[in-house]
C-alpha cells in the first residue's frame, strides 16, 4: 500500500504541470496576437510611404517588356521539344542550353520560355 500516495502525488504534480503549460501557452498565444496587431499598425504607415515608390518603380519594368513574334515563340517551343525528345536533353538543361546559346553566339532568341512549357 506504500505505492498509493506515490501514485496520487504523481497524479497530482502531472495535473499541476499541465494547467500550468496550459497557462502558459494561452498567455504566450494572446501576446502574438497583440504583437502581430501591434505590428499590423505599425506597418500601415510605412505602406502609406513605401507605396507610390513602388509603383513608380514597376511602370518602367512592365512598358520595356518585348512583344513576343508567336511564331518565334512557336519554332522556340518547337526547338525545346525536339532536344528533350532527340538529343535527350533534360527538360531543366533545355532552358540552361538556350540561354547559353542566346548569351554566346548571338542565336537571336528574344525569349526563352520556362522548362514547364516543355512539361505541359
Known sequence: MPQLPKLIRSRDDWRTRAVQRADELREHR???KRDRAHIAELK???????????????????????VVDLSQAQEVRTLRVLLVIQAVVSYRSVQRILDLFNALAGFGLGWVPHFTSVIN
Open 30 to 32: 494572446k501576446t502574438h
Open 44 to 66: 500601415q504607415p510605412l505602406d502609406a510611404l513605401h507605396g507610390p515608390a513602388e509603383a513608380d518603380k514597376k511602370t518602367p519594368a512592365t512598358t520595356a517588356k518585348s
